[in-house]
Every structure is written in C-alpha cells, then in structure tokens.
C-alpha cells in the first residue's frame, strides 16, 4: 500500500519549536523531489519547503526562510521539517508531498503525486 504518514504536529507557543516527519511506505521517497505544504482555514495549499532527490538542495519559502529547515534520511525513508520560533502564522495543517519523479529538485503543486493526510499545527498562547 502506497502512503506518506506524517507525524510530529500539535500545539506549541510562540517562539517555540516542532519537527514535523514523513515517512513513506510502499515507495522510495528519494525517487522524487518531496515537499512540505500547509493549509490555513480558509486559505489555498501553499509550499512551505522542497528538499531534492539527493537532499543535497533545498528550498524554502520566504515566509519561512531562516526559521524552518527541511532534510531527508534516505535510509529511513523520511523526510523531516525542523520549525523554530513558531509565530500564530504558522497555524495550519502541514501535508507532506511526493512529486512526480519528473521533478528531481522542485515541489509544484501541480507536481504532487502523493499527499499525505496532513498533521496540524497550531501556534498559540
């Protein structure tokens, strides 16, 4: 059975720090470039952070850049989200994404194979 499960959500203070993780079955997450998004209530899917193939590049978005760093363990099949100084932003359910293999170092939405069924996220006081 093909699945990505994450892991690693809940309720944290401002300031503080979560590490998401994704871990896939059925499949080898490093045939693909893999990707974190998150969904606020109402608001659209957006992408947080790309890792490649390798886990030798990565992206993150500019909301995030210097706060959340996304890596890959390729023996253990896992992708993680390391989140420090959390802020109420950063409330949303975070969804962790295999891409089609075509994209080895970039996360399209549009691109997205697998989704996983999302872990949330809420930063309050």
């Known amino acids: 059975q093909l699945q990505l499960v994450e892991s690693g959500g809940g309720l944290v203070q401002p300031g503080g720090s979560l590490t998401l993780s994704c871990t896939a079955s059925?499949?080898?997450?490093?045939?693909?470039?893999t990707g974190w998004f998150r969904q606020a209530p109402g608001k659209e899917r957006e992408g947080v952070a790309c890792?490649?193939?390798?886990?030798?590049?990565?992206l993150h978005a500019r909301s995030v850049k210097g706060r959340f760093t996304i890596s890959r363990d390729s023996a253990a099949n896992t992708v993680s989200l390391q989140m420090n100084s959390l802020k109420p932003e950063d409330t949303a359910v975070y969804y962790c994404?295999?891409?089609?293999?075509?994209?080895?170092?970039?996360?399209?939405?549009?691109?997205?194979?697998?989704w996983g069924k999302g872990t949330p996220v809420t930063v309050s006081s």
């Open positions: 994404a295999a891409l089609d293999p075509r994209y080895q170092a970039d996360c399209p939405k549009y691109g997205v194979k697998y």
């Open positions: 890792v490649s193939m390798s886990g030798r590049y990565d």
């Open positions: 059925g499949f080898t997450l490093a045939d693909s470039a």
